[in-house]
């Protein structure tokens, strides 16, 4: 069984006791947090296709912790004006367990 999600724009293929890294959350650590935009859901012997979301069904998880990823420098060069520029970014993430899809 698993499940299409959209979390925080994104859409994430998930399946129970599955863990996964979305965007970061405004959620405390341990506790649960419910998702109703299904997309998609599909078990062994149908898939059901929602319009644009699937009635009733909601993914449950819970709530690992929160993370960075890691960093990604941007360098921004012009030539011949003597002109260099360097940046770092480090990306937050919330790293959630499924524990009910349906």
Do not use: W
Request: glycine content about 8%; hydrophobic content about 40%.
């Amino acid at each position: 069984m698993y499940a299409i999600v959209q979390i925080a724009g994104e859409q994430v293929k998930v399946s129970p006791s599955a863990k996964v890294f979305v965007p970061k959350m405004d959620a405390k650590v341990g506790g649960t947090v419910t998702f109703n935009d299904v997309l998609l859901l599909s078990d062994d012997i149908k898939t059901t296709v929602g319009a644009p979301t699937v009635k009733g069904a909601s993914v449950e998880a819970i709530v690992l912790g929160h993370v960075k990823d890691d960093k990604v420098l941007v360098f921004h060069k012009k030539k011949r004006k003597n002109s260099r520029k360097m940046n770092g970014h480090r990306q937050q993430f919330t790293q959630i367990e499924i524990t009910k899809v349906g």
